[in-house]
């Protein structure tokens, strides 16, 4: 950087080369400014870019939440149809294929005993002289699903004993949708375990014998 002249001194070259110089350096200033905007401009498209993208994820969740929601809507509108469909379908021939030939198929049968205070239901009832076979049918079966047809089949047994049926009792969970998780932990119950595959219903049994209530 040159030293500042002595204005009382200052040549016309020497004012003329301080105004190329200062010249310069606002050339180099307005470049900079330039530069900085670009990369401002730059990152404010990013930005926006960033959001659209957050845009567009939001909505393909909020999309695909709508349409599970829907889905979810459906199969609980067709849990009678899906008992219906087991009854009409042929799940008592299917359990005579496994040796349990019975006679009667109910669905929706409610049970109590007033002095036991026991009042509860069940979504299919298969029955001859010597066994009963109770069904608990869902949509989308749980665990806790399965953890309730438990307790229902605990309660059956009381509400038989008290009125002296001594029938044995094995039990069946089934639905539209069953996870591999709730399926293992209905077949370690001792539950059957009626589940669509494919086009066709199909029962698993437990391993050895099923649980005897």
Known sequence: MSATPNPATITYEQMMA?????????????????????????????????????????RKFQEQTREFN????????????????????????MFKDLGYDFDVCNPKIEFGNKELNIYDEVDILLENGDYALLAEVKTNLSV??????????????????????????I????????RRNVQEFALKQGMFVVQQSGENVEILVPKGKPKVW
């Open 18 to 58: 301080m105004f190329r110089e200062t010249g310069e350096k606002l050339d180099k200033v307005a470049e900079s400014m330039k530069e900085t905007d670009r990369k401002f401009q730059e990152t404010d498209r990013k930005f926006q870019e960033t959001d659209r993208k957050f845009q567009e994820t939001d």
């Open 144 to 169: 806790n699903d399965v953890k309730k047809h438990l307790k229902t089949m605990q309660n059956f047994r009381l509400v038989a004993d008290a009125k002296n049926d001594k029938r044995r009792f």
């Open 171 to 178: 039990a069946a969970v089934g639905g539209g949708v069953v």
């Open 70 to 93: 829907q889905r979810f809507a459906k199969l609980g509108d067709r849990l009678g149809e899906l008992v219906q469909a087991m009854v009409e379908g042929g799940i008592k021939r």
